[in-house]
């Protein structure tokens, strides 16, 4: 039920397992090859390991390995079964929660369900998936897509320039913004995909209730110059 990123050396036998650039699918592995740890992870670059919204190893691992997963937890201390089988990793994927105003709280370091500062989500994705989310307030730092870019869409706001544990916690306070001289909260590529994706069609097209606020957006790659 491991997840593995970096050389391997010498012999090993691995079941139900990710292990980079490896081939080997027998014993229920997964395809390693192209994956990155921004494929799996919240947030490595900020030593986040929590599984990202899409991982490939959600539902992953072997139940059998822990005995009686319902009765498990994870590092965090979340439920170890939350899906069909137990996740790959140290981790296991969880809902995020919108608070009672609809608000979701982002940090770097984030592993709670997303309803309060003290109880920030890293995921960034799953914030702006969830239903019920009208406003997702995000603290400074990087933050890189995963498989699939940020979404924008109608209804929702995403403010970013926040640092909770110095008082910038509310949009009342004087946020930490992009200048000449620090990017502020970034949102990133990684020179792999585009940054955003409307969420949008002629039938439905997109209008100023979705809102950007606070961030730079750097390493976006798309087609036709897009990015």
Known sequence: NSIVFGDINGDYTASYSLIENSLNTNKHNLNGSGIMPAHIFVNPGSENYALVTGAAALDQG????????????????FPRLSGSAVDMGA?????????GDGTIYVRTSGMGNGDSWAEATGDLHAAVNNLDVQQILVENGKYEVSTNSFILKKGLAIYGGFDPDHGIAALSDARILPDPMTPGTVLSGRGERPVLWNVADGASPMDSTAILDGFTLQEGSGTHGGG
């Open 91 to 99: 981790y296991e994927y969880h809902q995020v929660v919108a608070s």
């Open 62 to 77: 072997n139940d059998a390995l822990y005995g009686t997963p319902a009765m498990a937890t994870d590092l965090a201390g």
